[in-house]
């Protein structure tokens, strides 16, 4: 089953709880008897197994999007088809999908209980939330132009992930078009950093966004082509910055 199957099924819904395990509840109704019956709340002391947080992401993604959505007045086409093909929802859970992001959307409460929930859940794993917020930009610029109320938006979710003003200016290059960023700023790192520095930052950012990392923290498959275009984005940057400086 594609992790949209167990999002819309209330599968993990009921060990997820909090306000993302609600909504899922409102949506799925009595087939979260199923999920209760089914799935374990924990693997341990340590936390939310790894379906749950997978669950607990994608739900994150639905919900988020819907809310900047409603932030931002429209839903553009573009924006459809963006979430549509970067998070491969199969066809015949296209449907259900919609109707759970119209459920979001309609919903009373503002984004920040779920920013936080997601938030609280991933705390120990940033590169993950990276990713959440890198979804979000996908979606926002699908129609050519983030728009000041989606990167307000955006800007509220990344503080409540715990990042700070530069963290999403590095995180807003390396979603944005790459004629819109420098790649000082897809790396996080100023003009004047040293060659070291930026070779250490470099190879920092490589391990914590490598796909593999991610899929083990809670990045469920389908949203794997976010991940690399994260890297393919630092990659570009580095190679620029070398061919700049000369760097071997």
Do not use: C
């Amino acid at each position: 089953m594609s992790i949209w199957g167990k999002v819309i099924g209330g599968v993990a819904g009921m060990a997820l709880g909090g306000p993302l395990g609600a909504l899922i509840g409102v949506y799925a109704g009595h087939r979260m008897d199923k999920a209760r019956e089914g799935e374990a709340a924990y693997a341990g002391p340590g936390g939310a197994n790894q379906q749950t947080r997978q669950v607990a992401f994608t739900m994150a993604v639905i919900v988020l999007s819907a809310k900047m959505a409603k932030a931002d007045g429209v839903v553009t086409r573009e924006e459809v088809e963006a979430f549509k093909t970067i998070f491969h929802i199969p066809p015949e859970e296209m449907s259900s999908v919609g109707k759970l992001f119209d459920e979001a959307r309609k919903d009373s409460q503002g984004f920040e209980p779920y920013a936080q929930q997601v938030g609280q859940m991933f705390a120990h794993e940033p590169a993950v939330l990276e990713e959440l917020l890198g979804g979000l930009f996908h979606i926002a610029r699908a129609d050519g132009v983030v728009h000041p109320a989606e990167l307000d938006f955006l800007a509220k979710v990344s503080v409540i992930f715990g990042f700070s003003e530069r963290d999403f200016e590095r995180l807003r290059a390396s979603f944005d078009t790459p004629e819109k960023s420098s790649p000082y700023e897809i790396l996080g790192v100023t003009g004047d950093a040293t060659d070291d520095e930026i070779k250490k930052t470099y190879r920092k950012l490589i391990v914590e966004n490598h796909p593999d990392k991610l899929m083990a923290q809670g990045l469920p498959q389908e949203f794997i082509d976010l991940a690399n275009e994260k890297m393919a984005a630092i990659n570009s940057a580095y190679d620029a910055i070398k061919k700049q400086r000369g760097i071997k």
